[in-house]
């Protein structure tokens, strides 16, 4: 099986994710917090970030590479890498994992990361 698939390469603790199918980003969010002092005498308000969260990624992926059960709900560095683009996340953790498999097809599995920083 091929650790890249058009280009993008999926690391996890150091292991390459085998035939990436899929990759999203979702739910990269932070909520605001008004700071504007009463005395402010400008026109505009003031905001600072409060409450962030940086959301899941899914990797959907053909092979094994090394993923079973007994790995979620643990934490390792995540790193995505395709053409024009690197993303990485030094504390993720493995929020679950789903295997499909069809008699005379591909296994295909779905991995869920929940990014903590």
Same mark, same amino acid.
């Given at each position: 099986?091929?650790?890249v698939s &058009? /280009?993008?390469? +999926? %690391?996890?603790r150091? *292991?390459?994710?085998?035939?990436?199918?899929?990759?999203?980003?979702? /739910?990269?969010?932070?909520?605001v917090?008004?700071?504007?002092? $009463?005395?402010? &005498?400008?026109?505009?308000k003031r905001?600072?970030?409060?409450?962030?969260d940086?959301?899941?990624? %899914?990797?959907r992926?053909?092979?094994?590479?090394s993923?079973? *059960?007994?790995? +979620?709900?643990? %934490?390792?560095?995540?790193?995505?890498?395709?053409?024009?683009? %690197?993303?990485?996340s030094?504390k993720?953790i493995?929020q679950?994992?789903?295997?499909?498999?069809?008699?005379?097809e591909? &296994?295909?599995?779905?991995? +869920?990361? $929940?990014i903590?920083?």
């Amino acid at each position: 099986m091929a650790f890249v698939s &058009q /280009g993008t390469t +999926v %690391t996890w603790r150091s *292991t390459a994710l085998s035939e990436v199918v899929s990759v999203s980003v979702d /739910g990269v969010s932070s909520d605001v917090v008004e700071i504007t002092s $009463k005395s402010y &005498q400008g026109r505009d308000k003031r905001f600072r970030s409060a409450d962030g969260d940086y959301g899941t990624v %899914t990797v959907r992926c053909r092979g094994t590479a090394s993923m079973n *059960t007994s790995y +979620v709900t643990t %934490t390792g560095a995540l790193s995505i890498i395709a053409p024009g683009a %690197t993303w990485t996340s030094s504390k993720s953790i493995l929020q679950s994992l789903a295997w499909n498999a069809s008699v005379g097809e591909l &296994q295909e599995w779905t991995a +869920v990361f $929940k990014i903590t920083e």
